[in-house]
């Protein structure tokens, strides 16, 4: 299956990036049930990291309000994204490089591709997930805690902290890779063990169904109603939509009326006696604001041949868990990295990225190397191919819907339905619904039967399962900021190591020091956004609006690279083509509204 001594690497797209070397293609591993664990590979790495800001923020803060209703949008996110991560993953098979230098190939210019994928990326330079977990591990010692308040030095110190100790995993451990598969490895375990636990013995049936029947209820959009849908004056079955028992009215919200910086606009509403702003006309004094509902748009043209009116204040919100349920942005474009990294298809032959320390005899070579395809090779392709097909399906896709299944269903049992969250507080407020919940558990629920009811419930339990609970917050946002400090240093470290004629002439092992320095500037950039003293859900917000573009376009990006760079025998099919397109279409869409809502224009 040797190459003929006649085959020359191509050099297709820019002339400024080297041509690629020439080796054999290595036969793709056979699965079987004896060796999964063996089989498992950049799916583990990136669906442990998707656990993340998607996932703990923004699906628990919209089921809190709706339930399962729009959890949808994440399923048609998740969908296109595996369908992205198994393309990119198409082009390292073939030459052993990650998908973002394989678009720099692409003409006119890599120096093009810099500037253009640096305006792009810059969602990433906001640690949004750093500022989160913070509120999550100190709310664990500080009752009530503020982060824009009263303890907001405190947590800015302790965001800095934390954001220096995720340093440290990404310098030591021999590859990099190993290093960040360690880790995931013992979140999923953790996390998922935790939250598989609290749902099975304090949530209800039904909200085990409300949060797996949300993820395909396709169409759902939120709109403003009163829960009196016929008129008749009375709580009909379907009609409370918050499960308060009260058949409610829409709230009217109430402007600003204080101006807090002395220009002449009102910014800020009057507080109530716990503090708290008082933003709408609380009608039955329950705290929170009545009239969100949801209704199917596909339903609603074709029974009554109209158009839903769609709550657009929500859209950034939406547009948000959209953005990175699963990972989103350019935070996927590492999967083709670490499947080179996992010496995969022609990864083999390319190399990986060592650490700083303990890195020694790990090299990166400064090109791709391809294979002839012939009669020989393209069985053994098309078998790599089904093994990152099954890598992403089974693994990565599996721990994207498990991950916004298994928070959702804790803050759809432990919020009350119709709870407006600031994504920040999210943990903090699903710990004490759990620690309520557990401290007297419902009658409804496995955990008060009477053999576990004295082992698992209680004050003391109720103590044990709030900081438990916050802890896990803790521990997905801190892992999944590891992730993304990694990926976007990789990204670019990886394409600089190729694209730039200088660090071409450095020797191979020099790659450490390179990741090293962008590391350490990345690092420095994050501290800088801390200190700048945006409130978290600004920083959440300004992140994940970028992240939509990015993907788009990357998305078609990575469809003009498999399609000139591939020799055609190896190029994607036409639903392949499609399904990239109509993903960029999609995240252009959300990109679109959730600027549209931030600037007050929906």
């Known amino acids: 299956m040797a190459n003929s001594p006649s085959f020359e690497a191509p050099h297709p797209g820019s002339p400024a990036m080297p041509r690629w070397s020439t080796n054999e293609l290595p036969p793709a591993p056979f699965f079987t049930w004896r060796n999964w664990v063996a089989m498992i590979g950049p799916g583990l790495v990136m669906g442990a990291a998707a ?30 994204q595996v369908l992205y991560n198994i393309e990119i993953c198409r082009y390292t098979l073939y030459c052993g490089e990650p998908i973002f230098t394989g678009k720099f190939r692409v003409p006119p210019h890599p120096m093009f591709w810099l500037f253009l994928y640096l305006l792009l990326d810059w969602g990433s330079l906001f640690p949004y997930l750093i500022v989160n977990a913070a509120v999550a591990i100190e709310s664990m010692f500080i009752t009530n805690f503020d982060p824009d308040g009263v303890h907001k030095w405190i947590h800015r110190s302790v965001s800095s902290l934390i954001y220096l100790g995720l340093v440290l995993p990404l310098i030591i451990g021999g590859k990099v890779y190993n290093s960040l598969k360690v880790i995931m490895s013992i979140k999923l375990i953790t996390v998922f063990g935790f939250l598989f636990i609290v749902g099975l013995f304090f949530s209800q049936p039904k909200h085990w169904i409300e949060i797996a029947s949300g993820l395909f209820k396709f169409g759902n959009v939120p709109i403003e109603a009163q829960e009196d849908l016929n008129g008749n004056g009375v709580l009909d079955p379907g009609e409370d939509f918050d499960s308060d028992g009260r058949l409610d009215i829409i709230e009217r919200n109430l402007e600003p009326t204080i101006d807090t910086n002395d220009d002449g606009k009102p910014d800020a509403w009057p507080k109530d006696e716990k503090g708290k702003e008082i933003k709408f006309e609380d009608v039955d004094r329950d705290g929170k604001r009545d009239g969100a509902n949801v209704e199917n748009f596909f339903v609603t043209l074709f029974q009554e041949g109209r158009f839903p009116k769609v709550d657009l204040s929500l859209v950034a919100f939406i547009a948000g868990l959209a953005a990175i349920a699963g990972n989103g942005g350019l935070t996927n474009t590492p999967i083709s990295n670490f499947t080179r990294d996992q010496g995969w298809g022609m990864g083999f032959h390319v190399g990986a990225i060592p ?7 790990i090299t990166l070579s400064h090109e791709g190397s391809v294979f002839e395809v012939n009669d020989a090779s393209l069985p053994r392709w098309k078998q790599w191919y089904k093994h990152i097909a099954r890598d992403q399906l089974c693994v990565w896709m599996g721990a994207c819907f498990i991950g916004v299944a298994l928070p959702s269903i804790l803050s759809v049992g432990f919020i009350p339905r119709g709870t407006d969250v600031d994504r920040s507080m999210v943990a903090s407020l699903t710990s004490e619904g759990v620690a309520k919940v557990v401290a007297n ?18 004050s003391r339990a109720s103590t044990l399962f709030r900081q438990a609970t916050l802890f896990c917050g803790f521990l997905v946002l801190m892992t999944s900021m590891i992730s993304t400090m990694d990926g976007f240093v990789r990204r670019w470290v990886d394409v600089a190591w190729t694209a730039s004629a200088r660090l071409r002439q450095l020797d191979v092992s020099y790659i450490r020091y390179v990741y090293f320095a962008v590391l350490i500037a990345f690092y ?13 859900g600004s920083v ?13 376009f990357s998305a078609w990006h990575t469809l003009t690279v498999n399609t000139t760079l ?13 399904g990239l397109v109509l993903a960029g279409v999609y995240f252009t869409f959300l990109f679109v509204m959730g600027v549209l809502s931030q600037f007050g224009l929906t």
């Open 566 to 578: 591939l020799p055609p025998a190896l190029r994607p099919n036409m639903w392949v083509r499609v």
């Open 524 to 536: 420095l950039s994050g501290l800088i956004v801390i200190w700048t003293g945006l409130k978290p």
């Open 51 to 80: 656990v993340g800001g998607g996932e703990w923020l923004a699906g628990p803060a919209v089921s809190a309000k709706y339930g399962g209703a729009l959890l949808w949008v994440a399923t048609v996110s998740i969908l296109f």
């Open 540 to 552: 959440f917000t300004l992140a994940t609006t970028g992240y939509n573009l990015a993907f788009a």
């Open 355 to 361: 650490s700083v320390v303990g890195g020694h005899g």
């Open 441 to 458: 558990p419902p009658s409804e629920v496995l955990g008060a039967t009477p053999f576990f009811k004295p082992w698992i419930s209680g």
